[in-house]
Nanobody
Framework: QVQLTESGGASVQTGGSLVISCEIS????????MGWFRQAPGKEREGVAR???????SYADSVKGRFTISRDNAKNALYLHMNSLKPDDTAMYYC?????????????????WGQGTQVTVSS
């Protein structure tokens, strides 16, 4: 049974930085694609960033230049480094993974999801 567990969510002030993490357990193989999504109160879940097994990345326009996604295949872990945080970044952040051959930042392409970690940015 594959499990994804996020950690590192916190409350920070505008302009601050934060790193959130996701650990995959229950499967020792490396997912082809891993991603971060977020959902703010009253809004639909949206893609933030994704990274494939070769390290190729893509980002939502709203976070380009501020967020960096990375992965440690040896630890089967995923990270999101967030800088210059804004109140609009406040959301529950979810990690997701898939072993399929696609790596597109859309929810249907991901098979496994974590429970989320809360990031709150205050002004």
């Amino acid at each position: 049974q594959v499990q994804l567990t996020e950690s590192g969510g916190a409350s920070v002030q505008t302009g601050g930085s934060l790193v959130i993490s996701c650990e995959i357990s229950g499967d020792t193989s490396i997912p082809y694609c891993m991603g971060w999504f977020r959902q703010a109160p009253g809004k639909e879940r949206e893609g933030v960033a994704r990274i494939d097994s070769a390290g190729r990345t893509s980002y939502a326009d709203s976070v380009k230049g501020r967020f960096t996604i990375s992965r440690d295949n040896a630890k089967n872990a995923l990270y999101l480094h967030m800088n210059s945080l804004k109140p609009d970044d406040t959301a529950m952040y979810y990690c997701a993974s898939t072993w399929s051959g696609r790596c597109v930042l859309v929810e249907p392409d991901f098979d496994y999801w974590g429970q989320g970690t809360q990031v709150t940015v205050s002004s």
